[in-house]
């Protein structure tokens, strides 16, 4: 269900362990399993995640995910390829 914009509700706040955590309404709830949290001043502003289990989070986790490549490059040192001195 999906709320008009810029409809207003009042949210509940409860303890979960050590962590403060509010009850979305049914109306405003987002899909995903993660949200994104932005400090604004006093204001706390809730996005859907961009990022999924699926995507990587950073570069390196992102190329940790590749497979090996099973390439056979030339060695340039047995002069398989031309190569010219560059002059900076």
Known sequence: MEAPVNEIKTASLFRNGRNQA???????ELPGKEVTIIKDGNRLIIEPSTTTKD????????????DPVDVDFPNVDEGLLPLDDIEL
Request: no cysteine; charged share 25%; glycine share 0%.
């Open 22 to 28: 509010v009850r979305i309404p049914v109306e405003f």
């Open 55 to 66: 995507e990587p989070s950073s570069w390196a986790e992102f190329f940790d995910s590749l």
